[in-house]
Nanobody, 115 residues
Framework: QVQLVESGGGLVQPEGSLILSCAAS????????MGWYRQAPGKQRELVAS???????TYADSVKGRFTISRDNAKNTVYLQMNSLKPEDTAVYYC?????????WGQGTQVTVSS
């Protein structure tokens, strides 16, 4: 059973920062595109950022310039650095591993941006 273990969510004030982490097994991390999705109440789950092994990184337009995705191959961990957070960034954030038709999801971590 593949596990994606997320951490780092919480409550932050507007314009604050948070970093999310997602640890995966070495086998998954070395062969899968890693990404972060989010789902706000009443909305569909949407891609936030994606970091393939060889292809360019992708960001949602709404987070470009504020969020940075990165992967640490030595730790089999993908990170999402979130700066200048806005109330509309409030959502459950999910780690995702994808390779062709095979997709794995983390359990989700809540990020709440509020004063």
């Amino acid at each position: 059973q593949v596990q994606l273990v997320e951490s780092g969510g919480g409550l932050v004030q507007p314009e604050g920062s948070l970093i999310l982490s997602c640890a995966a097994s070495a086998d998954v991390f070395s062969r899968y595109t890693m990404g972060w999705y989010r789902q706000a109440p009443g909305k569909q789950r949407e891609l936030v950022a994606s970091i393939p092994i060889y292809l360019p990184i992708t960001y949602a337009d709404s987070v470009k310039g504020r969020f940075t995705i990165s992967r640490d191959n030595a730790k089999n961990t993908v990170y999402l650095q979130m700066n200048s957070l806005k109330p509309e960034d409030t959502a459950v954030y999910y780690c995702n591993a994808r390779r062709s038709a095979t997709v794995y999801w983390g359990q989700g971590t809540q990020v709440t941006v509020s004063s």
